[in-house]
């Protein structure tokens, strides 16, 4: 399934840029994107003009993993219009359908709120930064991690091991910065060693097919992929404010 290059074509997403542009683009929108976290149309930019180099070894890896290079070939999307919500939402307990269901709700957000992929040429590149911003939610769930300041930073390093893209890092260590005294604390002692070891031992996530697993239970899926969670809940009273 072609959909992506499909609706790249009819769209015309791809937005051409010189060096200078680029230049002055990387360097504006990595500024604004350490001020304005919630600038995700800057964050979008810069994670696209600071990987070119990255994502071609990403490509690479996928394709030597017989599930990523399956991805690789159909390419598949991730939104409400391909997703059948309402049947998610009658999967089982525990199932990672109804988990991701319900990740959706509880966070109040919905499939569709990744940003096209604007400033990478190359078809094949371009669907795997597509990818990684689609499975994005995929990896909160199976992590079984919230989308609050606290969640988005410890997500962003675990990214940032598993796919070594420079806009990860960047969120990882300024995200940490904007965290409260409180939250600095419970990241250093329990969620970065945590979420270190769980990034290095773990299957990397862009080759999984999550999309294959919704009825399979979200604890086996879990071992399968040799994910644990944290061994205590988070403190509920966490801030809600967001680093996407």
């Known amino acids: 399934m072609r959909l992506l290059t499909a609706l790249r074509k009819e769209t015309s997403w791809f937005i051409r840029t010189n060096l200078a542009q680029r230049t002055v683009l990387t360097l504006g929108s990595g500024l604004i994107s350490i001020f304005d976290p919630h600038r995700d149309d800057m964050i979008s930019a810069f994670g696209e003009l600071t990987s070119f180099t990255v994502l071609s070894e990403?490509?690479?890896?996928m394709l030597n993993d017989p599930e990523g290079a399956l991805i690789l070939k159909e390419k598949p999307v991730i939104n409400s219009t391909v997703l059948d919500l309402n049947k998610l939402a009658t999967y089982p307990e525990n199932s990672f359908g109804k988990e991701y269901f319900d990740f959706l709700k509880i966070n109040n957000i919905t499939p569709d709120t990744r940003k096209p992929v604007r400033f990478i040429e190359n078809e094949e590149q371009a669907y795997v930064?597509?990818?990684?911003?689609?499975?994005?939610?995929?990896?909160?769930?199976?992590?079984?991690?919230?989308?609050?300041?606290?969640?988005?930073?410890?997500?962003k390093i675990f990214?940032?091991?598993q796919l070594d893209l420079p806009m990860c890092w960047s969120a990882g260590v300024f995200g940490m910065l904007r965290l409260g005294p409180k939250h600095t604390q419970?990241?250093?002692?329990?969620?970065?060693?945590?979420?270190i070891q769980n990034a290095k031992q773990s299957r990397p996530l862009i080759n999984v097919y999550f999309e294959k697993y919704f009825e399979k239970n979200i604890h086996e899926l879990r071992s399968e992929l040799n994910l644990t969670i944290l061994p205590a809940k988070l403190d509920e009273k966490e801030s809600k404010e967001n680093l996407s």
């Not at 990403?58 to 890896?61: A, E, F, G, V």
């Not at 597509?130 to 410890?154: A, P, S, W």
């Not at 419970?186 to 979420?195: A, E, F, G, R, S």
């Open 129 to 155: 930064m597509q990818r990684y911003r689609e499975i994005h939610d995929f990896t909160h769930c199976i992590l079984g991690l919230k989308t609050n300041m606290l969640g988005e930073v410890t997500v």
């Open 186 to 195: 419970v990241y250093l002692d329990q969620n970065l060693p945590w979420i």
């Open 159 to 161: 990214e940032a091991i």
């Open 58 to 61: 990403l490509q690479r890896k």
